[in-house]
């Protein structure tokens, strides 16, 4: 079930939406640990935009770039962001702005239509961490042998593959 909702369909006094959507619905590519929740409310704004203020919340499953091993990562966002029309962005005669701390994201639609399953999943992407690391000072896996850095499971003590140079500095001594 997709969670669409016409521009029209928005009354004056603004539209409130409590929603709650389970590891499936959104599509992730990572697996949901706790389902996203989501407190919005959308209101008419001057010249044909919707304003979207709201809170999402959820905790996915990440693997870890260094060691490869899944951890829970909490998101919980505050959303602000103005839903405008492109063709009513392109067709006004007014300079387009970059967004500040003080005025929302815009988000241009294609149709006088929110979708909320589309700009949720949009905003948990967004609020992933770019680097994903289990911690911050994760050791990562041994290039000798696999294993967890410093771990009882590295036997190897391998300080790593040898310089490209070594072999020259020995060539120089002789």
């Known amino acids: 079930m997709s969670h669409r909702v016409r521009f029209d369909e928005i009354p004056p006094q603004g539209l409130r939406l ?3 959507f389970g590891d499936q619905h959104l599509g992730l590519e990572q697996r ?3 389902p996203l929740t989501a407190q919005l409310v959308l209101s008419r704004q001057a010249g044909g935009r919707v304003l979207l203020q709201g809170h999402m919340s959820l905790t996915v499953e990440l693997i870890c770039d260094r060691c490869l091993a899944t951890y829970a990562q909490p998101v919980d966002e505050d959303l602000v962001l103005l839903l405008e029309l492109r063709t009513q962005v392109f067709a006004a005669d007014e300079t387009w702005e970059h967004a500040t701390a003080e005025t929302p994201e815009t988000m ?3 149709a006088p239509v929110v979708d909320i399953d589309d700009i949720l999943r949009q905003q948990v992407c967004l609020s992933l961490p770019f680097k994903h690391l289990c911690r911050e000072d994760c050791p990562g896996l041994c290039p ?3 294993a ?4 009882s499971e590295c036997r190897c003590g391998a300080p790593g593959p040898e310089s490209p140079f070594a072999r020259l500095r020995g ?4």
């Open 18 to 20: 409590e929603l709650a």
């Open 32 to 34: 949901q640990l706790a």
């Open 108 to 110: 241009l639609l294609e």
């Open 144 to 146: 000798g042998c696999g």
């Open 148 to 151: 967890l850095r410093g771990s």
């Open 171 to 174: 060539m120089k001594r002789e």
